[in-house]
Nanobody, 128 residues
């Protein structure tokens, strides 16, 4: 049974940093590209960042580029999202996701239907 468990969310003030973690089990972690998405109240789930299987390639949404960094430790089956200079508009539930590369391969990595597995999410709230 595949599990993705996010942690590290919380209530913070604007300008500070948080690091989210996502621990994976039940899959060969190094065979999956990993993504972070977020969903604010009343909005659709949106792409935040993605990292390739080996960790060499990364992509970011324009709204977080330069502030967020995605990384992974394949030895620990964990993907991270370092979030700096947080803004109130970053408030959302953050989800990690796993992409086998075999699902909807013709779609963009920024689409949710590209991903095979999802975590339950962790809440990030940024106050002004």
């Amino acid at each position: 049974q595949v599990q993705l468990v996010e942690s590290g969310g919380g209530l913070v003030q604007a300008g500070v940093s948080l690091r989210l973690s996502c621990a994976a089990s039940g899959l060969t972690f190094s065979n999956y590209a990993m993504g972070w998405f977020r969903q604010a109240p009343g909005k659709e789930r949106e792409f935040v960042a993605r990292i390739t299987r080996g960790g060499v390639g990364t992509d970011y949404a324009d709204s977080v580029k330069g502030r967020f960094t995605i990384s992974r430790d394949n030895a620990k089956n964990t993907v991270y999202l370092q979030m700096n200079s947080l803004k109130p508009e970053d408030t959302a539930v953050y989800y990690c996701s796993a992409d086998s590369g075999y699902t909807n391969t013709g779609t963009s990595y920024a689409r949710t239907d590209r991903y095979d597995y999802w975590g339950q999410g962790t809440q990030v709230t940024v106050s002004s």
